[in-house]
């Protein structure tokens, strides 16, 4: 069930109540280890560390529509929680791996609830729910590859604006930027992905990566 527009849905117990990029001290195989044999402190840190960028790519995936219909923090811990139902399946997964499991879960709830409101016929009616200050800092983090490095945080604004120039790009280049920029592949996975080498790959996320200039115009630029 999705909270008020405005208001962050209800988190499971083991998810952190307030977001602190600088609480990770162990390794991510050791968080792992420990989240699989039911540690509900590593199950929280475990989802803490991978929170900016899974609500990133939610976000960038879910679009306007279902941004309006769901809160984008809901997805993100029905993700999270299937996830965390099977943990033993991804303990042998280094970090890049346990992330792209987890985007791949948030992948398929994405479809899964754009299915839903596409079978249910409902208009779009509301706006997208308020970005709490959680997620605006987790954001902030999670679309850091996106803007200016000289950038410490972004504004709600600015998120908005990213957002609506993702939006308006083509698939294929919104992939490549989000599957290089928020899930964080190597060129080397990116290019078996897209079936070219990575000489093609690289230059499809810079074509990507100029358009989305475009459409943030002059007042920011997408970080080359």
Sequence with gaps: MRGEPGKVAERPP????RYDPFCMREDHPGLVRRATSGDALAIGDLMQLHLPGLLAFVRANAGHRLRAREGTYDLVQS??????????A???LDENGFRRWLYLA????ILDRARY???QKRGAGREACTLSEIEVQALSQGY????????VAIAHEEIERLEAALARLSEPDRRVIVLSRIVGLPHAELARGMGTSEVNSRGALRRALARLSIELGAGGSARG
């Design 106 to 109: 948030a992948e398929r709830k």
């Design 117 to 119: 409101h596409a079978r």
């Design 14 to 17: 083991s998810a952190p109540s």
């Design 144 to 151: 850091g590859d996106l803007v200016s490095p000289s950038r």
């Design 79 to 88: 993700a999270c929680r299937e996830v965390l139902e099977d943990l033993s």
């Design 90 to 92: 991804c303990s042998s």
